[in-house]
Nanobody, 127 residues
Framework: QVQLVESGGGLVQAGGSLRLSCAAS????????MGWFRQAPGKEREFVVG????????HSADSVQGRFTISRDNAKNTVYLQMNSLKSEDTAVYYC????????????????????WGQGTQVTVSS
């Protein structure tokens, strides 16, 4: 079992930056790929960015490519989401998640591929 707790959300002006953190506890965090998803009101939860368990590969959704960066510190059991050049359409609840299967070499992009989820943190971008 992996427990995940997100932090770092808040209100920011368009063009600004935020860094989200996701602290993990429980089973071996370092063997799981990690992802960030987001869900805006009335919309489905969508993939934002993911990273492999080794941290050697990342993949971002087209909508955030070049603006958002995921990283992980396995020694601290933490994954980060650096968000730059924020836009109003980035407003959502952001969730971190750990993959269902450990030691994946690719990036999981579907919610069904993740087994452990945090409670979410709200990000609001004002225009």
């Amino acid at each position: 079992q992996v427990q995940l707790v997100e932090s770092g959300g808040g209100l920011v002006q368009a063009g600004g930056s935020l860094r989200l953190s996701c602290a993990a506890s429980g089973r071996s965090f370092s063997i799981y790929g990690m992802g960030w998803f987001r869900q805006a009101p009335g919309k489905e939860r969508e993939f934002v960015v993911g990273i492999t368990w080794k941290g050697d590969l990342t993949h971002s959704a087209d909508s955030v490519q070049g603006r958002f960066t995921i990283s992980r510190d396995n020694a601290k059991n933490t994954v980060y989401l650096q968000m730059n050049s924020l836009k109003s359409e980035d407003t959502a609840v952001y969730y971190c998640a750990a993959t269902r299967r450990p030691f994946r070499r690719d990036i999981a992009t579907m919610t069904s591929e993740y087994n452990y989820w945090g409670q979410g943190t709200q990000v609001t971008v004002s225009s």
